[in-house]
């Protein structure tokens, strides 16, 4: 490669955006789905839905959450009770 290209590469890399690890918003809206699978809606705007029904979750509107990246591409919402469930996003 010639030394411009590199320096173009380079300065392509720098402008590129910070991937986010995590997430910390508060539920503003909780729904179940028919098949007992919870629906968070946050204050950031952002929905998403949990992907295996049950699990035991003590969620409730005003709870602050974090959603952190998994492995694969997956995403883990997890409650201050302590306990989390994988999630994928809606919008």
């Not at 508060?26 to 699978?37: G, H, S, Y």
Request: charged letters at 20%.
């Amino acid at each position: 490669m010639a030394p411009g290209q590199i320096a173009a590469r380079e300065a392509a890399v720098v402008k590129l955006p910070r991937q986010l690890n995590r997430i910390v918003s508060r539920i503003a809206v909780l729904q179940r789905t028919a098949d007992d699978r919870k629906i968070f809606t946050l204050a950031n705007h952002q929905v998403w839905e949990q992907l295996n029904a049950g699990g035991g979750l003590f969620a409730r509107v005003g709870d602050v959450v974090t959603i952190s990246r998994g492995w694969l591409g997956s995403y883990l919402l997890s409650l201050p009770s302590r306990r989390s469930c994988k999630v994928t996003r809606i919008r």
